[in-house]
């Protein structure tokens, strides 16, 4: 009933900077709380930041971002001076009434 679509990974170098976006779209009034999570290769997914119905901005890690355009039902995940142990592919995740969904997923590479 919910679908979620990330996009802006790519291959980047050390010290950069890049704008992941999570667009959802279903039933989109069932969603509360919205995150961000990351898998680095050979280990387990883990989260990086969740951001309530309603919120604007929540700041993790120092130098990442979460941010929430409700109106357009996006999340946004804001990542600075990007390192290679920031390699991972990203995860968008909704969390509805019922259920939780996932995106697919989008990759991320940080290397020089």
């Known amino acids: 009933q919910v679908q979620l679509v990330e996009s802006g990974g790519g291959l980047m170098q050390p010290g950069e900077s890049l704008r992941l976006s999570c667009a959802a779209s279903?039933?989109?009034?069932?969603?509360?709380?919205m995150g961000w999570y990351r898998q680095a290769p050979g280990k387990p997914r883990e989260l990086i930041g969740t951001?309530?119905?309603?919120g604007s901005t929540v700041s993790v890690k120092g130098r990442f971002t979460l941010s929430r355009d409700n109106a357009m039902n996006t999340v946004y995940l804001q990542m600075n001076n990007l390192k290679p142990e920031d390699t991972a592919v990203y995860y968008c995740?909704?969390?509805?009434?019922?259920?939780?969904?996932w995106g697919q997923g989008t990759q991320v590479t940080v290397s020089s």
């Open positions: 951001i309530p119905r309603g």
């Open positions: 279903g039933s989109v009034s069932s969603i509360g709380a």
């Open positions: 995740r909704a969390f509805a009434t019922t259920r939780v969904y």
